[in-house]
């Protein structure tokens, strides 16, 4: 049986991270990726904050094939008819490493195994790990079809569905209420005209998140992001809200693309692909346990993903989170010692930067932002304020206080309102 | 645009062997069927009440496995390198 360093599972964010850090030390890294190549299997909305990427690749955009720098970033409630949008674009010159940067997964994560396997480690595609080598409950290797690969440090980074930690005892069976369902295409247009129609040139890029009718007031939202030339447009809903209602997230996504502020912007584009993952959103409440004797889980697969509403920042946690994992491991091997008492490093190590901490701060956020209120009601209201305010019919106007408390009328009372918002206040 | 024409878009490199099988004898006594309204491809489709499921056009998101309430699916991912395969993701 062949013999390594580390393995580790799957060659997204978490993964690469991982492998890159503990091959650049040095060890002797294989990386089992299911899909054709890496990326392959993965799709989000998606943009990350650049810092926490250039601490693992200093420079990356210089090399990295994103599609653009977020410039614009715009958020808007929808109602079936109206949009009411807060349009946020700064010229204030940011460090590059600061911005925002759209990228598809196929090619960012083909890129990022590149980079690990320049550093040295095996990326290998094409293999799907089966199951993992137990042996007097310490994680030996894994097991890949009838082969077996050994090694006293396993990394976990196989995503959301982790059947792998499942298997072995380090989390129960999901429920619906953890899960966010997105759904996504990607709609190809002419790059002038993404540049014509979002009010953008060169690099610059736009990101959209959207509350309202798009999900038809369920928990979630829609997305849409400027790609070079295509867009990506997506819904995220919560899996259990599609349960309970039997409304289905593909045509939630056709209606978006119908609405008419949406129509507009993709008119003529031609759909290039359709897409569906899981998002875990609960955070802590449904982490799992994170290091056993010999093997650590990181990213989604540890469901290390913050979701505040407005962002969902997986990529950075991935990121982070494999990089303290390889730090661990490193630092294990130097002891020889892959007890889970030396591997609790892990958990120390991400206490004391910002992934468990963002976690605990927003630890309310999971539970606040499964207020039915937020997507139907506050949504409905503010545009239909925007309306009263923004239009005339020819009699004196009314205060906006006023016209605030008739368009709450009696679905809810400024009092319901006003502690929802002491509650976002308190999680957001 | 039909759920059916988008995954005629996708890449796929269907295996032979089925990754997901669905016991089909549990679903009668399921109630909500809520593997139908989850999944993104329509995978699961009721033909004169009886749940058929087909995989090739599976995107292997694992809604179906968290939803169905009655432990009826065996989910896997398929082999590896097979299945679906995005071009931009
Ligand atoms: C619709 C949507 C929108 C999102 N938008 C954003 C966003 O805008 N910004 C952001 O930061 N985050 C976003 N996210 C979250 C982000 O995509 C994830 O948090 C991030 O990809 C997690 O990285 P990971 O490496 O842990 O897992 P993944 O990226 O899922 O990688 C796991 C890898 O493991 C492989 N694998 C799984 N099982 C096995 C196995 N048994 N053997 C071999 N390989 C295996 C998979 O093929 C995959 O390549 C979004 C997610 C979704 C679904
Ligand atoms: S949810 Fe499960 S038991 Fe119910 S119909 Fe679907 S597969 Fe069958
Ligand atoms: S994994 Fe997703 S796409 Fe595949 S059958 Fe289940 S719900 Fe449908």
Redesign the interface.
Same mark, same amino acid.
């Given at each position: 049986m062949e013999e390594f360093d580390a393995i580790v599972v799957g060659a997204g964010p978490a993964g690469c991270a991982a492998a890159y850090v503990m091959a650049k030390a040095g060890h002797n890294v294989l990386v089992l990726e299911?899909?054709?190549f890496p990326?392959?299997?993965?799709?989000?909305g998606g943009a990350f904050f650049g810092p926490v990427m250039n601490e693992l690749f200093p420079g990356f955009w210089e090399e990295a094939p994103f599609e653009r720098f977020v410039t614009r970033h715009a958020i808007s409630f929808l109602t079936e008819q109206d949009i009411l949008s807060i349009d946020y674009k700064s010229d204030v010159t940011e460090p590059a490493e600061k911005k925002g940067f759209i990228t598809?997964?196929?090619?960012f994560?083909k890129w990022m195994s590149q980079k690990v396997e320049q550093a040295g480690a095996i990326v290998a595609?094409?293999? @799907?790990v089966?199951d993992l080598i137990v042996e007097g409950g310490v994680v030996k290797g894994v097991k890949?079809?009838d082969e077996q690969f050994a090694s006293n440090a396993v990394v976990l980074a196989d995503g959301?569905?982790s059947?792998l930690s499942e298997k072995i005892g380090l989390r129960k069976?999901?429920?619906?209420h953890d899960?966010k369902?997105g759904?996504k295409?990607?709609i190809r247009l002419p790059r002038e005209v993404i540049e014509d129609r979002f009010n953008i040139s060169g690099t610059a890029g736009v990101a959209m998140e959207f509350i309202g009718s798009c999900t038809r007031g369920l928990p979630g939202g829609g997305f849409m992001y400027t790609n070079l030339d295509?867009v990506?447009l997506g819904v995220v809903v919560q899996?259990s809200a599609?349960?309970d209602?039997?409304?289905?997230?593909?045509d939630l996504i056709?209606d978006f693309k119908n609405h008419p502020a949406i129509a507009q912007l993709i008119k003529g584009g031609q759909?290039?692909?359709?897409? @569906?993952?899981?998002i875990p959103v609960s955070g802590l409440k449904m982490m799992p346990k994170l290091y056993d004797n010999g093997v650590l889980v990181t990213g989604d697969a540890a469901s290390l993903v913050l979701g505040t509403g407005l962002i969902l920042e997986g990529a950075n946690f991935a990121v982070a989170s494999g990089m303290a994992a390889a730090e661990t491991v490193i630092e294990a091997h130097r002891k020889e010692d892959f007890t889970r008492d030396e591997l609790s490093n892990y958990e120390k190590r991400l206490r004391e930067q910002f992934v468990l901490k963002d976690l605990q701060t927003f630890s309310r956020a999971p539970q606040f932002l499964e207020n039915e209120r937020i997507y139907q009601l506050y949504p409905e209201l503010a545009c239909s304020m925007a309306r009263k305010i923004f239009s005339s019919d020819g009699k004196p106007r009314e205060n906006t206080f006023k016209v605030l408390r008739k368009s709450l009328g009696k679905q809810a009372s400024m009092w319901k309102m006003a502690s929802d918002m002491i509650k976002a206040g308190r999680a957001l | 645009m039909k759920v059916e024409d988008k995954l005629a878009l996708n890449k796929f490199d269907v295996d032979r062997d089925v990754h997901i099988t669905v016991n089909d004898v549990v679903c009668v006594e399921c109630e909500l069927k809520p593997c139908v309204s989850v999944c993104p491809a329509e995978c699961y489709v009721i033909r004169e009440n009886h749940m058929t499921f087909s995989y090739e056009g599976c995107l292997e998101c694992g809604s179906c496995r968290i939803a169905c309430p009655k432990g009826a699916i065996d989910w896997v991912y398929p082999r590896g390198g097979f299945g679906i395969c995005y071009q931009y993701g």
């Open positions: 299911r899909g054709k990326g392959a299997k993965n799709m989000w598809l997964r196929a090619k994560d595609s094409g293999l @799907a089966d890949v079809g959301v569905n059947l069976a999901y429920s619906p899960m369902q759904v295409e990607i295509s990506s899996l599609l349960m209602t039997q409304i289905k997230a593909s056709e759909t290039a692909e359709y897409s @569906a993952h899981l | -």
